[in-house]
């Protein structure tokens, strides 16, 4: 209780309250216009809450992260162009109903489900916070080591059909990781004699380069096109009572968010597919999926928004990243001398709560929000594609020139921003690249601390974390190379006569 | 029947420009392959977890081994049409490179609130849009971003040389704000 009054007054400190209020109402509209997206938005802003409190820094980073799927959800749904990567989902059945004249049902189930995902996801973190905090302090050196392992191995199989690219640009992270005065023996690792390598490349000049610049170049070349006017009528607040009526769906894939938001590497999009198959699976109506099914959206946005809250945990727990906008933030609580793992946990439990309840403050903030502004915001998104990549471009050089006041970061960055240009283009994956630097980063300091304790390699997963760990690690590789070896007998079979069900993607494999 | 079961194992999805961009990430892993006994040391009495080299080794080996069998799968698999046409739009960008480094070598020197203004200006009118009104808003949102990141935040931008030569009475907010 003593925690919880602790967290309730740091949450009331005005700049708090200011960061909350600008991160969820920004993310939203960020969320809403397509082709920016949280992570553009995060790596823009991630210099200027250097100079803030810990707390306010993430309030407004958590407040961009939480709210940008909600505002994803309006273009996916009413024009069939989704504002984020993740609400693709949430096009297959917000569209058709849109097309049926029920756009303002689809909006407010999805902002429904949104809310209930979100609250859901961060209703489970609190409960699990005294069973993290029993666990987190078991984790030492080699165990933090073996996650982080763990970590990039799932990063780069989840990307299924593109495995060898998110190996090798995962392995590009660790390379760059390395570069520079490497600080325990002082040798200088791959700086060609070059004093602007010496220093080595910042995570946040290579994040601004991957995710801005890249998306400002990008919008910048391609064709100019704008989302057109639209309007949306009719009750905007049924939705809360119709999703009473789903609300199995509704847990059953915020639970799957969770899980899935807690696992380094997975996120929104496989909790997404997972909720939706099993939605559809469990119907009366599977017929209706993919073209205007309520059960379908609410599966999507559900799942989608538990994984923030969830992909908190290991960041929190264990000072490990699961995806890229949770790497972004690890980097706020470094510049603070704030060091997540388990010493948070049994030291600043406060701290921990004030960042729950944030979050379950900024749902409230943004679902408000949403049921009175959706027309305003419908107005906002209008911004032609190339204007938004003049902006993009001009936020992105405050963002890298705040960091050292350095012409060589704004260069390296640029040059990042060409190479994730060619990424995006190639569809190939960036964020292995961010999660290869901080894991590679974690991994180079845990297993040189925990071997000082190791005489022989079975020491090293002779405690019950590390070896659970440890076989997990196996089982994961095992498990995918049977899954390879099955797929490749089917593909020598004679090939069936029907198309493929996903004829966009007919090369896809593991 | 081995090209067959090859292609069965590595085909994958692809668009064009993806194989001179396999090749091209391959000849750079294999670069820093050579130069590894180079650009790192062996330190002596210092085991081989704690070595300086050991992390770069492993990541440049993944590297290789991994970008290799990019290259195959994209090597064997059926040609795309369009691959050159693609690797000029990645050319095209160094367009908006080039602008974006001469904005970052004019804002010590003009000062941030002036390059800011015209590079929103000059982008605007490159990207299309000629109107008046779209200048309008494309020097106001210059203006604004100004204000806010170095006015309110005050985030770490230097001030502009120029701002010297002004006026008593506004150089010294012209130096804290603009």
Known sequence: METLLSGVSILLQWQVIVALLIGSIGGVIIGALPGVGAAVAIAILLPATFSFEPIVGLTLLLGIYGSSMYGGAIPAILINTPGTAVNALTTYDGYPMTKRGQGHRALSLAYSASFFGGVFAIICLMVLSPVLALIAPQFGSREIFLAALLGI??????????????GMLAAFGVFLNTVGLEPVKYTRRFTFDQSWLASG?????????????????????????????THVNGNIFAGLKELLGLKRVATVSSSIGVLMGMVPGTGEFTSQFLSYTYAQKTSKDPEKFGDGSPEGLVASEAANNAVPGAAMIPLLALGIPGEALTAMMLSVFYVHNVIPGPQLFEHQMDFVMALYMALIILNVIVLVFLLFSTNLLLKIIQIPTRFLGVMILILAFVGVYSLRNSITDCAIAAGFGVFGLILKRLDLPIVPIILGMVLGGIMETKLRSAMARVKTPLDFIDRPIAAILFCLIILILILHFRTLYFEFKNKLRPEPKVPAVDSDHPNQQG | MIAKTLQDMFKRYRRPGDVVFAVLFMVFSVFLLSQLGEQTQVVKRT?????????????????????????????????????????????????????????????PKLGYLPSTMLFAVFLTMRSGFRGSGAIGIAALFGFVVTIVFRGFLQVKIPAGAVYEYLPDSVRAFALTYL
């Open chain 1, 153 to 166: 191995i799932l990063v780069v199989l989840a990307h299924r059909g593109q495995i060898f690219s998110a």
């Open chain 1, 201 to 229: 490349i910042d995570l946040i000049v290579v994040v601004l380069g991957l995710f801005a610049l890249s998306q400002a170049f990008l919008l910048l070349l391609e064709k100019n096109h704008a989302p057109q006017d």
């Open chain 2, 47 to 107: 085991k081989w977890f704690a070595q300086p080299g050991l992390w770069p080794t492993v990541a440049v080996w993944c590297m290789v081994l991994f970008s290799f069998l990019h290259w195959l799968s994209s090597a064997i698999s059926d040609r795309i049409d369009g691959r050159w046409s693609e690797v000029g739009f990645w050319v095209r960008s160094l367009e908006y490179v080039a602008y974006f480094l001469i904005y970052v070598l004019l804002v």
